[in-house]
């Protein structure tokens, strides 16, 4: 899996409020999923997290399911 690096000035730069609040909701979805914290908040914003949640339920592994939907 690459790293995605973003700078805390890109995060921050640009960002509402709301859309602060939106990427840490997604970030705990993927993390609820199973995903660690840190893989979590760098794809919070990049991946759809029904699409990690169906294939979970389905029985797939969440780091695996991150694979498969990047």
């Given amino acids: 899996m690459e790293p995605i690096l973003i ?3 890109e995060l921050v730069g640009d960002t509402t409020d709301e859309e602060l609040l ?5 970030a705990e979805q993927l993390h609820r999923l199973g ?3 840190i893989l979590a908040e760098t794809f919070a914003g ?3 997290w029904h699409e990690i949640a ?3 339920a389905r ?3 969440p780091n695996l399911a991150l694979e498969i939907v990047r």
């Fill in 7 to 9: 700078s805390d000035a």
């Fill in 54 to 56: 169906a294939l979970v």
């Fill in 22 to 26: 939106i990427h840490a909701w997604r």
């Fill in 46 to 48: 990049l991946i759809d």
């Fill in 35 to 37: 995903l660690s914290r």
């Fill in 59 to 61: 029985g797939c592994p």
